[in-house]
């Protein structure tokens, strides 16, 4: 029998911040697929399992392509027009396009290369610690850490002036953030265009020491520059800002993790990779099948849209044990936070270096940080944003 979720969650339990939708718990337990009718009335699925969606992600049959996505969960947008993704935003195309701008950026990513950048990554980090120190003892960490530190690492990577940091934030957080009306937030992203064509001119005339400069001498065009330059600036910051700040929670509400993380700073990478699985701020995903595929004993038909929930993959009991519990010992690997075949993060090797300075470093500088306000009173992002997090995150510590 066929198991259907009758209607896509657009909120959290209470009191359970870092959980999954109840709803799509009660969905994984039921069935790792879902029949699930869009408010459009578009036949689709909801995929909550870890096997299938880890499957889907890796096979070609299921597009990412913007055209051909034109079913939306939770708004009914009737029978819009949805036209490519512009040139250069690779997240939304699928072989060879997805490739093309893919391939000249890997190098530029690498384990090694990102390793090197560690030096500076501590020292932004201190720098922010040491401005924390002198403002608090109470702070908002969203603001005074989990923000700037991945904003002026991706910046200084594609070569944007640390001045016009600032703007970028303000811009991102409006068509990330999932709180703002179509008009503004398509205006958000006009002004980044907009700005990233003014960049990329501005690098032809006067190249500097940095990825965007790099990619000059390759054939591709300012307008396919300016497009993956707006997916590395809006990746490389949204997602490390909220993983810093929404991990810093939720350790703060499991002190017995957070004590053996203090305890023994070489659980660091073991206790990203955890956080990482536990939270997956980056929550869902969606593919349309190109044709018909047997999957998990249905039939999906070709033209049907497909939402992976990866936060509930990653909270599959049939792959990870005890998995709603946060455990900075676990060594069971394998995690769908950074997706999975070809659309896998990009720059999953520069997020674990922030992370894994970032994190250890605050929790040293102040071993009696706490939150300012009761947990129940902590902003979080709607369930509509692209990236799961939180708004603000008042703590203090003592002096």
């Known amino acids: 029998m066929t198991h259907t979720l009758p209607s896509m969650p657009t909120s959290r339990q209470p009191g359970c911040p870092f959980d999954p939708p109840k709803e799509l718990i009660d969905a994984r337990e039921q069935s ?26 890796a096979d070609p049959r299921f597009s990412s392509r913007r055209e051909l996505m034109k079913h939306h969960p939770t708004v009914d947008y009737g029978d819009i027009e949805v036209p490519p993704a512009p040139p250069g935003e690779f997240l939304l195309m699928d072989e060879p396009q997805h490739g093309r701008y893919r391939k000249p950026l890997v190098g530029k990513f690498t384990v090694r290369r990102m ?35 991945p904003a002026i690492v991706i910046c200084e990577l594609l070569g944007v002036p640390y001045e016009d940091r600032g703007f970028f934030q303000e811009n991102i957080d409006k068509f990330l953030g999932g709180e703002v009306g179509d008009e503004e937030l398509f205006a958000a992203y006009l002004a980044t265009q907009q700005y990233l064509a003014e960049l990329i001119t501005a690098k032809r005339a006067d190249p500097t020491d940095d990825v965007l400069s790099d990619l000059l001498d390759s054939d591709l065009t300012d307008e396919e520059l300016k497009g993956m330059a707006l997916i590395l600036l809006s990746a490389g910051f949204d997602t490390t800002a909220n993983m810093i700040a929404l991990g810093t929670f939720a350790l703060l509400q499991n002190p017995d993790q957070l004590a053996a993380l203090r305890a023994d700073p070489s659980l660091a990478d073991q206790a990203v990779e955890e956080l990482l699985r536990y939270l997956t701020v980056a929550k869902q995903f969606f593919r349309v099948a190109l044709e018909d595929v047997e999957l998990g004993g249905h039939t999906i038909k070709a033209g049907s849209t497909v939402v992976l929930s990866l936060s509930t993959a990653n909270r599959d009991p049939d792959r990870f044990t005890d998995p709603h ?75």
């Open 115 to 149: 390793r090197l950048l560690t030096e500076r990554v501590e020292q932004i980090t201190a720098e922010h610690l040491d401005a924390m120190e002198k403002a608090g003892p109470a702070v908002d960490l969203v603001t005074a850490f989990a923000k700037p530190i």
């Open 325 to 399: 519990r946060l455990d900075v010992h676990r060594q069971e690997g394998g995690h769908l936070a950074f997706s999975h075949g070809v659309h896998q993060c990009l720059g999953q090797q520069l997020a674990r270096v922030e992370l894994r300075v970032a994190l250890p470093a605050l929790l040293g500088r102040f071993p009696t940080l706490r939150l300012a306000v009761p947990a129940d009173e902590v902003a979080l992002r709607p369930e509509a944003a692209d990236i799961y997090g939180v708004k603000s995150l008042p703590v203090t510590w003592d002096v």
């Open 32 to 57: 790792p697929i879902s029949h699930f009718t869009f408010p459009d009335g578009h036949q689709g699925w909801v995929v909550t399992g870890y096997d299938l969606t880890r499957q889907i992600l």
